[in-house]
């Protein structure tokens, strides 16, 4: 079996704090990876930076950092040479008090040898990482509501307008048999009653009726939204 490129099986890596071209964060991405998850390494020989430079992609396929400058130029050269590897994520670092950006390392094993064991998240590391993604996702949830709220009453506005629609058809063709067969005049009185109901409808769809009931709509809502949640759970 060849010669390993290096002695060292883990290595550090840097630029976790920056943004990816792409929009992607990588300290989101840092915040959902797992240690001992598989990692991908990309050779950016083009790299007008460092022609020496790894790029490191986690098991989503989103960058989190380059090997460090150090060690990349050795790994590199075994890579370019056609020396096959497999990498992980070995630990991350931080995403604490005091320290609330994330670093990582990442361990290589080559040429089929045995992976080197990873490092499991502490306690710490446990807990701040529940409060941040509890935090967040009740912030999702919180838009979500807003916006299935919004569609809630887009599609009662477009209700109320298509009973609207019907109630004032169906006046105007009574209205209209009553003109056209020339019926008993004591209809007028019925008559002026359905119109003054037909008015109170259309209040009531468009006008300052249509808050009639939105705070029940909105706590039956919730309560729905909740209820998916803790199945999803």
């Not at 060849?2 to 840092?30: C, I, M, S, Y």
């Not at 990876?33 to 991908?40: D, I, S």
């Not at 298509?162 to 209209?176: K, N, P």
Request: net charge positive; hydrophobic share 40%.
């Amino acid at each position: 079996m060849n010669a390993l490129p290096t002695r060292k099986k883990v290595f550090d890596l840097e630029g976790e704090a920056q943004q990816n071209p792409d929009g992607h964060n990588r300290q989101e991405e840092l915040l959902i990876a797992e240690p001992g998850e598989p990692v991908r390494l990309k050779r950016e020989p083009d790299n007008h930076a460092d022609p020496n430079a790894i790029l490191v992609l986690s098991a989503r396929g989103v960058p989190i950092g380059y090997v460090n400058r150090t060690d990349a130029p050795a790994i590199a050269s075994a890579m370019d040479g056609g020396r096959t590897c497999r990498a992980k994520l070995h630990c991350v670092r931080g995403g604490i008090a005091g320290y609330p950006n994330y670093g990582a390392r990442i361990s290589i094993a080559w040429d089929g040898r045995p992976e080197h064991p990873h490092l499991p998240l502490d306690e710490e590391q446990l807990r701040a990482r529940r409060q941040k993604t509890g935090s967040r996702t009740a912030g999702s949830l919180g838009r979500r509501e807003q916006v299935t709220s919004k569609a809630l009453r887009s599609v009662r506005r477009i209700e109320a307008g298509r009973g609207l629609a019907a109630h004032i058809l169906v006046f105007s063709a009574a209205a209209l048999a009553i003109y056209a067969f020339q019926l008993d005049h004591e209809l007028f009185l019925p008559m002026l009653g359905w119109l003054f109901g037909l008015l109170l409808h259309a209040l009531i769809a468009f006008g300052p009726g249509q808050w009639i009931g939105r705070r029940w709509e909105d706590r039956k809502l919730r309560g729905a939204l909740g209820k998916l949640q803790d199945l999803r759970r």
